[in-house]
C-alpha cells in the first residue's frame, strides 16, 4: 500500500489488560512517530524513532507505554496495564528522513476503547 | 502555557465564505509551520508548509506567518462543503527533524 497503515482499527480492551498497537510505515521512510489524540484534543506526541532508535521518547506518559521498531520498518506500540483513561486514538506517522524538509504522514489510527 | 495554542472551535460558515483559522505558538525557536487537515475518522493529511514570514498560497488556500507577533493563519477562499473538516497547525523547531507540535485543532463547518 502507498500510505501509513495502523492495526487494528478499532480495539476494545478490559481496564487492566495489555494492548499491542501496530503500524506499518511508508516504505523507504526512515522516521516514524507515533501520536495520542483524545476527544477533542489535538495531537499529543508519545515517542520519535530514526530507523530503529528512537531519539526522542519525551511523550510517552509513563512506563506502562513502550514502543519498539524493528528492522527499520514495522513498530509496536505497547500499553500494559490499560487505564480508563488511555482511551484515545493512537496515531502512527511516518516521513521520509525526519529532517525539517521532511513531512509526516498519518495513518488513520487505532481507536483504543479501555472499559 | 501550551506551546501552541489554537480556538478549538467549531466554526459555522456559509458555502462561499472565507475562512480564517488561526494559531499562536509561544517559543520564537519554532521556524517551520505547518497546516492539516482532517477529517472525521481519518488521520490528518499535510495542507500547507512554510517555513519564513509573509504568505503562501495554493489554489484556495493561503498560510500567512508573522514571526514577530508569533501568529500563523490559514484562508479558506470559496469555501465548500467538502471542506469542514478539523484544522490543526503545528510547528516545528528550526534545524531540528523530529516531532511536530500541534494546536488542538478547529472543528470547522461549511453549510451549503
Known amino acids: 500500500g502507498a500510505g501509513v497503515s495502523q492495526s487494528p482499527s478499532n480495539k476494545v480492551t478490559e481496564k487492566g489488560k495489555d494492548v499491542e498497537l501496530r503500524c506499518d510505515p511508508i516504505?523507504?521512510?526512515?522516521?516514524l512517530y507515533w501520536y495520542r489524540q483524545s476527544l477533542g484534543q489535538g495531537l499529543e506526541f508519545l515517542i520519535y524513532f530514526q530507523g530503529n532508535s528512537a531519539p526522542d521518547k519525551s511523550g510517552l506518559p509513563s512506563d506502562r507505554f513502550s514502543a519498539e521498531r524493528t528492522g527499520g520498518s514495522v513498530s509496536t506500540l505497547t500499553i500494559q496495564r490499560t487505564q480508563q483513561e488511555d482511551s484515545a486514538v493512537y496515531l502512527c506517522?511516518?516521513?521520509?528522513?525526519?529532517?525539517?524538509?521532511?513531512?509526516?504522514?498519518f495513518g488513520n489510527g487505532t481507536r483504543l476503547t479501555v472499559t | 502555557q501550551k506551546e501552541v495554542e489554537q480556538d478549538p472551535g467549531p466554526l459555522s460558515v456559509p458555502e462561499g465564505a472565507i475562512v480564517s483559522l488561526n494559531c499562536t505558538y509561544s517559543n520564537s525557536a519554532f521556524q517551520y509551520f505547518m497546516w492539516y487537515r482532517q477529517y472525521s475518522r481519518k488521520g490528518p493529511e499535510l495542507l500547507m508548509y512554510t517555513y519564513s514570514s509573509g504568505n503562501k498560497e495554493d489554489g484556495r488556500f493561503t498560510a500567512q506567518v508573522d514571526k514577530s507577533s508569533k501568529y500563523i493563519s490559514l484562508f479558506i477562499r470559496d469555501s465548500q462543503p467538502s471542506d469542514s473538516a478539523t484544522y490543526l497547525c503545528?510547528?516545528?523547531?528550526?534545524?531540528?527533524?523530529?516531532?511536530?507540535?500541534f494546536g488542538q485543532g478547529t472543528e470547522l463547518s461549511v453549510k451549503p
Open positions: 506517522a511516518s516521513s521520509l528522513d525526519g529532517s525539517v524538509n521532511s513531512p509526516l504522514h
Open positions: 503545528a510547528v516545528r523547531f528550526y534545524n531540528q527533524g523530529g516531532k511536530l507540535i
Open positions: 516504505s523507504g521512510h526512515t522516521a
